[in-house]
């Protein structure tokens, strides 16, 4: 499984925007799929959880209520709805899959199946 994440861009606070997060292989529909982001000078952090089926979701509290993770197995594709963006949500956007839902619930790339390169999200102000 091959990860290529895409639909960063540059947006207005308050405005929306959708990543995805592309799989390629035959084994996407059954990793678990995790979301986290780097912003510029600080570490990288969890935003956001799926599990295998899309039953589960788990997301961080800075995000809850405005972000929403999805997943379509049928597409080996796994989405992050943004909505109500805001300033500090600026960073780089990466996507991690794994066998573990509790792996996907982590910052450790190196503990993950497969990790994608990211995709920047600027939002002003």
């Known amino acids: 499984v091959q990860l290529q994440a895409s639909g960063g861009g540059l947006v207005q606070a308050g405005g929306s925007l959708r990543l995805s997060c592309a799989a390629s292989?035959?084994?996407?529909?059954?990793?678990?799929m995790g979301w986290f982001r780097q912003a510029p000078g600080k570490e990288r952090q969890f935003v956001a959880a799926?599990?295998?089926?899309?039953?589960?979701?788990v997301y961080a509290t800075s995000v809850k209520g405005r972000f929403t993770i999805s997943r379509d197995n049928a597409k080996g594709t796994v989405y992050l709805q943004m909505n109500s963006l805001k300033p500090e949500d600026t960073a780089v956007y990466f996507c991690?899959?794994?066998?573990?839902?509790?792996?996907?619930?982590?910052?450790?790339?190196?503990?993950?199946?497969?990790w994608g390169q990211g995709t920047l999200v600027t939002v002003s102000s």
């Open positions: 799926i599990g295998w089926s899309g039953g589960s979701t």
């Open positions: 292989g035959r084994t996407f529909n059954t990793k678990n």
């Open positions: 991690g899959a794994d066998r573990s839902f509790r792996t996907v619930l982590h910052n450790t790339p190196r503990d993950h199946d497969y």
